[in-house]
Structures are given as structure tokens and as C-alpha cells.
């Protein structure tokens, strides 16, 4: 518990002060009603016999009631406090959780499934959420002061051993059954991989893939999927809950007899004559209270929470020990590529894989060169563009941009150059954003009317402009009130809108992977006729099965075995008879006279 008070006090002060003074405000209360209790049972026959007066009386009653409201009125006020709180550590969870994943430079991170499952576990999916358990902590606190308030009545009233042995035993029990919690702890933390299976078929059948679901008929899979994940994660965690709730709950037995005992004592003291008729009516209330008060499943609630904190809290450790990035020397590439990008005898295998993607690359790009990449599915361009982005490090050799080996910078230089970049990702996001967002997204200004203008025409986002209800302010996901959604092509319309926009910005370096793959023959038309003029004064890399797309390029490699087998302009490899040739054979041949036999993967 003192660990998350700790936390509330972190992210918000005020909100943790006020959780604090009125659990302490509602145990103060709490103990002067079980006194007031007593001195009106005990007023009520002085009264009734005259030896009370009215006035007396009144007060006494005033006092009981007012006590009485305030015990009622405490509690919700607890709850909409502890509600604050959780809702403030809720964004605080969010930035703890989002900052480590989608930070650095680097991506190996986000597809390591030991660092995947440490997220899982600090989101704490399947009943652990750090923001329930905070909602909890007012409770166990303004149970625990309860507790010692009444604990200090009955004290007072009784023995202090009576009331030390009620405590004693109430903390007991709270820690016998939070040591439970421990193994169920253990036995969720093995399972977040399971869970996260589960979570797939979960979000398609929300909504990921609504056509697919339909046509292929699997929605049945898809729940027979989910049931099977979601039941072996929860399996070993709900075995170990019901010990949990069955062997944790064992000291209630010991709970009943103890206090039993001890309003038996009471009983025997009222005979005796030691203890007056207030002091018997209290110390009952006292007893009670501290029972009462004992709340072992509260503070399971709170150690699962805690269980979920300290997995968030190690999050970023884990990532650095795993995936560790540190500082290099200072190199600035705010302005590059100036000279060239050079790949030095590159290999590359992707984390936890067994295959080589690259052997012993080599390969120089000029600044101001427009460079084509052709190669089958597989070869490995998509690769080549994430190490030249830095995105990930070669396995061995070096990715040099004018000189500085993008492996020894740190993440804020590599970031730096990162913004240099502007892309368009073969699988590019669709943003559920305007249309304006989603190309100004990841630019370092907002567009103006002339750069939509501009824009538009080269990207060819001005041809669906005109269905678009609200123009460039219209939300391009259906989900919206008044959003719409684009076919394929007017998609990568956007991406290209996007990343040319990024180089007016002041990208340096543009990075068009398979631009045409969903254009209709006019836009891929307009998109080779103004090729050469989007890439004028920068250094670009064009990626297309479609060798209409990337012949006008300065000059084409092709990517084959892991390493780069023929380079040189369109004539020179058509000249050269070689591979570059023969894929190119093979597709002018199926425009102009259809089929033909042989294998090819363009
Ligand atoms: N994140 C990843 N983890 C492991 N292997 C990967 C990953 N991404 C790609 N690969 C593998 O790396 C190889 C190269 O993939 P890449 O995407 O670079 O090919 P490509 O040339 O772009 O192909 P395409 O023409 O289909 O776009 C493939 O064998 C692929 O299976
Ligand atoms: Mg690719």
C-alpha cells in the first residue's frame, strides 16, 4: 500500500493529501462515534430517570447524529477522491507505458516477446490494473486507521492486550492472504504470452478485419481461438486464485473465535462492575469496528496493483538491458545526406531470426542521386530502407551517412537523422485523422493553402478531393461522426502527399517503397512523368515491382541473395542481359502479348 501511496504522491500530490486527510478525517469519526455510541446508551436510562436534563440530552444526541452523518458522508467522498487519483495515474500509466514503447530510435524492442510480456504484465491485463488497485488504497488506508483508532477506544476502555491482539490478528490475516497473491502473481507473469494470443482474436473480431471475417466465415475460429488463448492464460491464474480465496479466507474461523472471546470479556467485566453500561456499548462498537475493518481481500486487490507498478516500473530497464542504446559521440546529421550514404560489406539477420537478409552488402548512394531498387519478394529492400533509416543496426559492417556510422550514434542523433527521412512505409499507417493530419503528420509545420494546393496536384490527392464532404478537414475513418474512408490507391495517394510534404519541410532523403503498388494506370503515369521532378534536389530511393515506376531512376541495383548483383541505368542492364533484363523481359511481355510461360516472381 505504501508503495502506491507513493506512486499517488508522485503523480498527483493533491489529489493523494486529500485521499490521506480523509481517510484520517473518517477513523478520527469513526472512533468518536463508537464513544458516542456508549455515552448515549448509557444517557438514555439517566435520562429516562430524570437525572439527565433535556439540554444535556439534546447536545449528546446532536453530537451522535452529526458523528453519525459524517461517517456516511466520509466514505463517498473517499471514493470520488481514490476515483481522481486512479483517473490521474491512468494518463501517468499511459506515458510510463507509451514513453518506453514507442520511444527510441529502434524498433527491435516492440518484437521481443520478453519485453512484450513485461508490457503486458504493467498493463496488467486479466484483473491487475495499477489505476483499480489505486482506487483501492484509500479503502485499506481508511480501513488500517480505523483499525488503530478503534483499537485506541477499546484500549482505553478494556485491556490493551485485548485490543493489540484484535489488531495483531486482523494484520494477520490481511498477510496470510496477500501472501496468496504472491503465487497467483507468479502464475500470471507466465502466462502474458497466452494472453496476448488472445488479445488478436479479441480486436479482429472488433473490427480489424471486417470483410475477411465475413467472407471467410471466421467467426467461429476466431471465438474458439480466443476461448482456447484466454482460458490457458487464465487457467494456472485462476487455480492459484481459488487456493487463494479458499486457503486465504482460513483465518476467518480464528476471526469469529477471537472476537467472540473478547465480547465475552466485555460481558464478564459489565458483571464484574468494572465496566459501565458506556463503556460496555463502546467497546462492542470498538470490537466490531476493528472486525469490520479487517479487509484481506482490499489488500489483495492493492498487491496485485503492486505487482503491475513494479512491471511497469522495470519496463524501461528491461528495454535498455535488452535493446541497449547508449550515447555515442556527438555527430550532428540535422542536414544530411550532403556527401553520400554508403553500406559498408552490410549484414543483417533480423532479431531472433536464422536467416541472413544481407551478406556482405556494398552499396553507395549519392546526394542527389534518385536511386532504383528491383528485386523478387524477400530480397530484401524493405530491410535495406529500415537500415539506411537506422531503424535497425547491421548485424556486421556499417551504414555511413556522410562519414558517421549510424551504429555508434546515440538515440537523439540517430532521431535526428530519422526526421531527414521521409518515407512512404510499404505497409504506411492510415491515420484515423483529417485528410490535412494525415499529410501534415510528422512535418514540422502545419500546411498552408498553398502547400495544399501544391500538394494535391503532385500527389494526385486533388483528384478525390472533390468526394471529400468537408475537404481537407474530413476525418478519414468511418468510425468518425461525418469520416469517410479511401480505396486503396486514394490511400497511397495520401502516404506520397505525406512524404512529399515532409520534404518541403526539409526531409533530405525520400524513400518511396512500391508508391504505385494500388494506382490505376493514370495515376502511375502521372507519378513516372513526375518522377524526376519530385526528386529533384534530393536523394531518393524508389521501390516497385513495376519497372515503368523506377526506369527513369539515375540508376536501378538489384537486390538478389543478400547482396546487390547488377547497378546501372535502364539501357546499361537492359544492355547487360542479366537479371535486371529479364524480369523486365518478363513483364513487358505479359502487357504487350498476355501470359507466358516460365517462372518469374515479378
Ligand atoms: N520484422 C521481421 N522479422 C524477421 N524477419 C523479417 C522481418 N521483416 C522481414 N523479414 C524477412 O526478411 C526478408 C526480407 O524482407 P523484406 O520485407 O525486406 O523484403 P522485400 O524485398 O521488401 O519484399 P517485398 O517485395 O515483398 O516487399 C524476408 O525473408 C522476410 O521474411
Ligand atoms: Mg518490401
Known amino acids: 500500500m505504501l508503495t502506491l501511496l507513493r506512486y499517488g504522491w508522485r503523480v498527483a500530490r493533491g489529489s493523494t493529501v486529500i485521499v490521506v486527510a480523509l481517510a484520517v478525517a473518517d477513523a478520527v469519526a469513526q472512533a468518536l462515534f463508537t464513544l458516542t455510541i456508549g455515552l448515549v446508551v448509557a444517557a438514555v436510562p439517566a435520562f429516562l430517570a430524570g437525572v439527565t436534563d433535556r439540554s444535556a440530552m439534546v447536545a449528546l444526541f446532536a453530537a451522535f447524529a452529526a458523528l453519525f452523518l459524517l461517517t456516511k458522508v466520509l466514505p463517498p467522498l473517499q471514493a470520488a477522491s481514490a476515483h481522481r487519483l486512479g483517473n490521474v495515474a491512468g494518463l501517468d500509466v499511459y506515458l510510463r507505458m507509451a514513453g518506453p514503447m514507442a520511444g527510441g530510435a529502434r524498433v527491435a524492442h516492440v518484437e521481443d516477446s520478453v519485453v512484450l510480456d513485461q508490457a503486458e504484465r504493467a498493463a496488467g491485463t486479466g484483473g491487475y490494473q495499477i489505476t483499480w488497485s489505486l482506487g483501492q488504497v484509500p479503502n485499506l488506508l481508511g480501513a488500517r486507521l480505523t483499525v488503530l483508532s478503534s483499537a485506541a477506544v477499546l484500549g482505553a476502555l478494556t485491556e490493551w492486550w485485548i485490543a493489540a491482539a484484535l489488531v495483531v490478528l486482523v494484520l494477520a490475516a490481511e498477510r496470510w492472504r496477500v501472501r496468496f497473491v504472491r503465487d497467483e502473481v507468479a ?95 463502546s467497546s462492542i462498537t470498538a470490537i466490531l469496528a476493528i472486525s469490520g475493518s479487517g479487509t484481506p481481500e482490499i489488500a489483495a486487490l492493492v498487491a496485485r496493483g503492486v505487482a503491475a507498478y513494479r512491471a511497469m516500473m522495470e519496463l524501461p530497464a528491461v528495454i535498455a538491458e535488452r535493446h541497449p542504446h547508449p550515447a555515442g559521440p556527438a555527430a550532428d546529421l540535422g542536414r544530411a545526406p550532403a556527401r553520400q550514404i554508403r553500406l559498408e560489406r552490410v549484414g543483417f539477420r533480423y532479431p531472433g531470426s536464422d536467416r541472413d537478409v544481407f551478406t556482405d552488402l556494398d552499396l553507395e548512394i549519392g546526394a542527389g542521386e534518385a536511386l532504383g531498387l528491383v528485386g523478387v519478394n524477400g530480397a530484401g529492400k524493405t530491410t535495406l530502407t529500415k537500415l539506411i533509416a537506422g531503424i535497425y543496426p547491421p548485424t556486421s559492417g556499417r551504414v555511413l551517412v556522410d562519414g558517421v556510422d549510424l551504429a555508434t550514434l546515440g538515440p537523439d542523433d540517430l532521431a535526428r537523422w530519422q526526421r531527414q527521412v521521409a518515407p512512404i512505409i510499404q505497409e504506411f499507417a492510415r491515420y484515423p485523422l483529417s485528410l490535412d493530419d494525415n499529410v501534415a503528420l510528422g512535418a514540422r509545420r502545419p500546411l498552408t493553402d498553398a502547400d495544399r494546393a501544391r500538394i494535391a496536384e503532385r500527389s494526385g490527392v486533388a483528384d478525390l478531393l ?81 519497372f515503368s515506376v523506377v526506369r527513369d531512376a539515375d540508376r536501378i541495383c538489384v537486390l538478389d541473395g543478400g547482396r546487390i548483383v547488377e547497378s546501372g541505368t535502364h539501357p546499361e542492364l537492359i544492355m547487360l542481359g542479366g537479371r535486371y533484363a529479364t524480369m523486365f523481359g518478363l513483364q513487358a511481355a505479359r502487357y504487350t502479348s498476355g501470359p507466358v510461360n516460365g517462372s518469374g516472381d515479378e
Not at 224 to 235: G, H, K, N, P, V
Not at 468 to 479: I, M, P, R
Not at 483 to 502: E, I, K, N, P, Y
Open 187 to 281: 502464475a500470471w507473469a507466465t502466462s502474458t504470452e497466452s494472453e496476448r494470443k488472445a488479445l488478436y482474436p479479441f480486436e479482429l473480431a472488433l473490427g480489424d478485419a471486417p470483410t475477411e471475417l465475413r467472407v471467410f466465415g471466421l467467426k467461429d475460429w476466431l471465438v474458439r481461438r480466443y476461448l482456447r488463448f484466454w482460458t490457458s492464460a487464465m487457467d494456472e491464474l485462476w487455480r492459484s486464485r481459488r487456493r487463494g480465496y479458499l486457503l486465504g479466507s482460513a483465518p476467518l474461523v480464528l476471526s469469529v473465535l477471537v472476537n467472540a472471546g473478547a465480547v465475552a470479556w466485555v460481558i464478564v467485566a459489565a458483571q464484574s462492575g468494572r465496566l459501565g453500561l458506556a463503556a460496555v456499548a
Open 466 to 546: 472533390p468526394d471529400l464532404a468537408q475537404g481537407w478537414d474530413t476525418v478519414l475513418d468511418k468510425e468518425w461522426t461525418g469520416g469517410t474512408d479511401l480505396s486503396a490507391g486514394q490511400w497511397q495517394r495520401v502516404a506520397l502527399a505525406r512524404a512529399l510534404f515532409a520534404v518541403d519541410c526539409g526531409a533530405k532523403l525520400l524513400i518511396l517503397d512500391e508508391p504505385a503498388a494500388a494506382l490505376d494506370v493514370r495515376a502511375e503515369a502521372r507519378l513516372v512523368d513526375q518522377y524526376l521532378n519530385l526528386t529533384a534536389g534530393i536523394t531518393s530511393m524508389i521501390i516497385s515491382h513495376r
